[in-house]
């Protein structure tokens, strides 16, 4: 067995940067990926990413049955000379490590500012899209090699921002990826140093590349890296801000809970995803933070933006509900309005029309960011998923008398399956009393699930 595959004995004293790290610790950084039926890593090249690759090897050689598939992905984004070379430099080394291996590219103009989130985003939408190639085999994990020096850095960034709790809290170490519940972004390493990642390559004569943007100082993590010292001195070490972050995080566990006793107490209802409603006194007698919170969820669940709220926005329309006489108001995609005794939330149409998508037989996809569609394989197709629509909805209340209590704002943003322009179903309504009596066999085809 190579030098790099034996563990060492256990220590006195907690690791230093200087360790590499040890086999008695993988199972604490990986076990929760047994989970998965595939493994996406992520791995750029860099000391930190390339580290995770050995490390995770070595896991799976320590276990007598690797349950899952993993596959190393690394992404070309085209912005330099020689990244290709580099991308292809990866995926060598990833196989010589026994590794299947995925070498994807970012094509097309390239923004000329805000180019590192451009990137991120390709990124992320390029590592989903191949993770949703795999879904069909079970739980599918993208695994990257954040560390705790990564986490202290968006501290700092959100910091300068001035972010809220979330912000300020831990990066998790799990999320769902995109809008698929099948598929998550998993962060294994938030507890380990960059320092002991290079240390553990050392340790093993492996090599790696130091990306040349990691100098320059047009990019606000660089300069935070390079006052990495002057910081330390004054007894904000990497350690010591990413033991906030976690701190913050238990913070925000907390306030999850109370938030659910809110939901509770308020009476939320979701209402199949057609809109939500939920008490105005019950809301009013919480503590502001968790009025925010419980609004925030539901605009982002039924205004089908990509873009987190901007705190500042949230809490100015927070007031607006709080006040005598509020009637209504829109953010990001959603409507708030007053209705007796509740607050009701539901999609906003907007000047521009929902989005159309288009479902052979046997296809799946996620329709406006609210619901995860689907045709089933023995469905005549194509079909088109688009908005009720005004119209329609006034045409199908006409006749169906248990549409009366829906809002006709909300029931014309709900999906529809169409084909060409006659209206198939509306997986929302076909389960309702009094529905067009072939939508019940409609439904068995075609599929809509909120993914509130």
């Known amino acids: 067995m190579a030098a790099a595959d034996q563990g060492a004995a256990l220590p006195c004293s907690p690791p230093s940067d200087a360790d590499p790290v040890r086999n008695d610790e993988l199972d604490a950084f990986f076990a929760p990926l047994s989970a998965f039926a595939v493994l996406i890593l992520a791995v750029s090249g860099g000391a930190d990413s390339v580290a995770m690759m050995h490390l995770v090897r070595r896991w799976l050689r320590l276990r007598a049955r690797p349950p899952m598939q993993v596959v190393v992905a690394t992404v070309d984004h085209g912005l330099r000379a020689g990244s290709r070379a580099e991308a292809e430099w990866v995926i060598g080394q990833a196989q010589a490590l026994g590794f299947d291996t995925a070498l994807l590219a970012w094509s097309g103009d390239k923004p000329a500012t805000g180019l590192q989130d451009a990137a991120r985003e390709a990124r992320y939408r390029l590592l989903a899209e191949l993770a949703a190639g795999f879904r069909s085999h079970g739980m599918v994990g993208v695994v990257t090699a954040h560390t705790e020096d990564d986490q202290a850095e968006t501290l700092l ?129 919480a503590p502001e933070e968790l009025r925010l919170r419980l609004l925030a969820r539901l605009i982002a669940s039924y205004g089908g933006q990509s873009e987190p709220l901007r705190l500042a926005q949230l809490e ?49 996809g996620v329709w406006d960011r609210r619901f995860r569609v689907g045709a089933a394989p023995d469905s005549p197709g194509p079909i ?69």
């Not at 939320?268 to 939920?278: E, I, K, P, Q, R």
Request: charged share 25%; proline share 4%.
């Open 157 to 285: 960034m959100r910091l300068a921002r001035g972010s809220g709790l979330d912000g300020l809290a831990a990066m998790a170490t799990s999320r769902p990826l995109g809008d698929d519940r099948q598929m998550k972004l998993l962060r294994p390493l938030l507890a380990v140093s960059g320092a002991r990642l290079r240390a553990t390559l050392r340790a093993a004569n492996a090599t790696w590349i130091e990306d040349p943007s990691n100098d320059a100082e047009r990019f606000e993590r660089v300069r935070l890296r390079k006052a990495r010292a002057l910081l330390a001195g004054l007894g904000l070490s990497n350690d010591k801000i990413a033991l906030s972050a976690r701190r913050l995080a238990r913070v925000r566990a907390a306030l999850e809970a109370a938030l659910g006793d809110l939901q509770r107490k308020a009476r939320l209802d979701l209402h199949g995803g057609a809109f939500a409603s939920f008490d105005r006194a019950a809301w009013l007698a």
């Open 316 to 364: 100015a329309l927070v007031e607006r509900v709080a006040q005598a006489g509020f009637e209504g108001a829109t953010l990001a995609g959603a409507i708030v309005m007053s209705h007796g005794d509740d607050i009701r939330v539901w999609r906003e149409a907007g000047r521009e029309a929902l989005p159309t998508l288009t479902l052979p037989p046997g296809a799946s």
């Open 384 to 452: 088109e998923v688009r908005a009720l629509g005004a119209q329609a909805f006034a045409r199908l209340r006409q006749d169906f008398d248990t549409l009366r209590d829906l809002p006709a704002g909300a029931a014309a943003t709900l999906p529809a399956f169409w084909h060409q322009e006659e209206l198939i179903v509306v997986p929302r309504l076909a389960g309702l009393p009094g529905a067009p009596a072939d939508w019940e066999a409609q439904r068995r085809l075609y599929s809509a699930e909120f993914l509130g």
